[in-house]
Structure formats: structure tokens, C-alpha cells
């Protein structure tokens, strides 16, 4: 699509700058699901990036002038966005998960899990008096859900593993910026291969969508790690994996925490022996089965 963002030659507040931007979003054709699901959110979270304004939004933030230097970054990402189907969070190299800043780029998965709204809860009800010291997250991509985690738990010890050594590289940077080196452990395996020892909570965003369904994806998606996304013809080789494995890395009063997305329908006819709760989420999103290690351990044998 051709494009071209007039920017006026007198200055624009940033009220005025998002409404238009909005308006350009609206009329092309562009897929919303990457942090936000509208264009006037896109458009609000664009100029605010642009501008400096950083969440939650200053009294006085919208009457702000936007300057003739911010108007031409503003067209440039605006017309990428619209010309490149790049998810926004790519192009500002920012995304945001439980309250949380992240750095991504094209080597990782951009955040949008429903774990965020069991993070914020301290995942209670389900772990009741249970305090993890220790948590593993299988398939971290930029490290988000261990990160949130390894803040909820001050005192716990987090090990984050990834197979992409290109997605660990990003879950490093924001390990980093979140200064929390000595408690947040990554290590490049493929599922539970070499993760040492047992864990009290066992978290996991692993890929899932069937190879057809990812061949059939709107283009923002094409821009994701094929990794992070495809897992099989039914999209549950990495889940059955997990499934499998994980009993023998959990303590007797642990449980594990599974996302499969739109799949849990058919990850729940597949293990009919496995007594999941599939969880419900205020904020959106689907497809998280709790499973306690006892009921994994009566499984297997
Ligand atoms: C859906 S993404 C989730 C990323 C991140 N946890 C999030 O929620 O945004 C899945 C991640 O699992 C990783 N992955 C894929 N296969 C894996 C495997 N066999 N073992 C470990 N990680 C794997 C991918 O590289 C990707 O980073």
C-alpha cells in the first residue's frame, strides 16, 4: 500500500497527533494484537513513545506540543507500520507485560500472555500457602514471565530457559535492566534437558499453534520467531513434552501452570487421564491449565 503521513508545517499537540495517527491506522488495512487491540490505543501509545511520555500519562501530557522533529519520527514509524505490517512494539523496540517495561525485537516473542493477570495475583488462589523458592519458566523468549514472577516472589530463585540462544540474548538485556541478575538464572535447553533440580511453581508459554494455522496468520505475525509460534500439526508437541516431563522436576506440592491458547480444547480431549483446570482471566485471554505434580506423577504410571 502506498502511503504517505502529511504532517502539518504548524505545530500539533498530542492530543491532535494521536486522533490523527488513529485515523490513519483506521483506514488501512492493519491487524491489532500485539499489546494493544484498536488504533486509537496504537496511535495514544505511538506518540506517547515518540514524545517521551511514559505511562501512567501525566496530567497536562495531551495539551503537550509535539515538536517538527517528533512529527517526522512519527510519520517514518507510522508509515513502516502501515507499509511493513510491523507489530508496533517491534518498531519501538518496547513492550509491556504486567505492569512492566521490555525491550523486544524480531528475536522474541512480543509479550501478550494472560499469565501477567496470574502474576499480578501472586497466582492465588491456586498456590495457597505454597511459597516458590524455587520457579522455572520453560520457553522465556524476552524473559518477561520470569521477570514478572521473579518481582512477585522477591524471595524466590527463577530459572528461565529458552532453545533460541537469539531469544536468550533479549531476555539477558532486560534481565539487566530489571537488575536482576543474581536471582534470575537463563539457560539455553530444549524443554527440560539439563534444567537442574525441582521447582516449587513451573511456568510456561510454549509454542502452540498448528503448523497449518501459522501458515495462515496475518501478516504482523510473519514478523514473530517461527519458534516462539509453530509447534507441531496440532501445536502440541512442545506441551506434550512438557506434559510428560515435568513430574520428575517438581516438588510433591508444586504445580505447573500450561498455556496453549485456543488449543486447550484439544489438548484436554488428547490427555483425557490428566485432571487440567483451565483457568478464567478478568483482562482476556484463554487456555492456561493448572495441573498439580500429584496428578502428573498418578498420570505416568
Ligand atoms: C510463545 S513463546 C513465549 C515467550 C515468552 N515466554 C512470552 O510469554 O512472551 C515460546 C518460546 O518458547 C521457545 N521454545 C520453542 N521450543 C522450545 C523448546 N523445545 N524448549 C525450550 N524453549 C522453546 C521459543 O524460542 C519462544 O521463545
Known amino acids: 500500500m502506498d502511503y504517505t503521513f502529511q504532517y502539518p508545517e504548524a505545530s500539533l499537540t498530542v492530543d491532535a497527533a494521536i486522533e490523527s495517527v488513529a485515523s490513519h491506522l483506521a483506514a488501512a488495512p492493519l491487524w491489532y494484537g500485539h499489546g494493544t487491540d484498536n488504533p486509537d490505543d496504537e496511535a495514544a501509545w505511538l506518540v506517547f513513545h515518540v514524545c517521551g511520555i511514559d505511562y501512567p500519562i501525566p496530567d497536562g501530557a495531551y495539551a503537550q506540543s509535539v515538536t517538527k522533529q517528533q512529527l517526522q519520527r512519527i ?15 517491534y518498531l519501538l523496540n518496547e513492550a509491556w507485560f504486567a505492569g512492566l517495561k521490555f525491550f523486544v525485537d524480531e528475536r522474541v516473542l512480543i509479550p501478550r500472555s494472560p499469565f501477567a493477570e496470574l502474576i ?17 519458566e520453560i520457553g522465556t523468549g524476552s524473559g518477561c514471565i520470569a521477570i514478572a514472577c521473579a518481582l512477585a516472589f522477591p524471595d524466590a530463585e527463577v530459572v528461565a530457559t529458552d532453545i533460541s540462544p537469539d531469544a536468550l540474548a533479549v531476555a539477558r538485556e532486560n ?4 537488575q536482576l541478575e543474581d536471582r534470575v538464572q537463563l539457560l539455553e535447553a530444549d524443554l527440560f534437558n539439563g534444567v537442574p533440580g525441582k521447582f516449587d511453581l513451573i511456568v510456561t508459554n510454549p509454542p502452540y499453534v498448528p503448523v497449518e494455522a501459522a501458515n495462515n496468520l496475518p501478516e504482523e505475525y510473519n514478523h514473530e520467531p517461527l519458534l516462539a509460534l509453530k509447534s507441531g500439526n496440532d501445536g502440541l508437541d512442545a506441551a506434550r513434552g512438557i506434559l510428560h ?11 505447573l501452570f500450561l498455556e496453549v491458547g485456543a488449543q486447550w480444547e484439544a489438548l484436554d480431549s488428547a490427555c483425557p487421564e490428566l485432571p487440567f483446570m483451565w483457568l478464567e482471566f478478568e483482562h482476556g485471554g484463554e487456555g492456561i491449565a493448572m495441573i498439580a505434580a500429584q496428578s502428573l506423577v498418578t498420570a505416568n504410571r
Open 175 to 178: 534481565v539487566a535492566r530489571h
Open 245 to 255: 516431563d515435568s513430574a520428575a522436576h517438581m516438588q510433591s506440592h508444586a504445580i
Open 120 to 136: 499480578a495475583d501472586g497466582f492465588q488462589p491456586w498456590l495457597g500457602d505454597i511459597k516458590p523458592q524455587r520457579i522455572l
Open 75 to 89: 510519520d517514518e514509524l507510522l508509515s513502516r507500520r502501515v507499509t511493513e505490517r510491523q507489530p508496533l512494539p
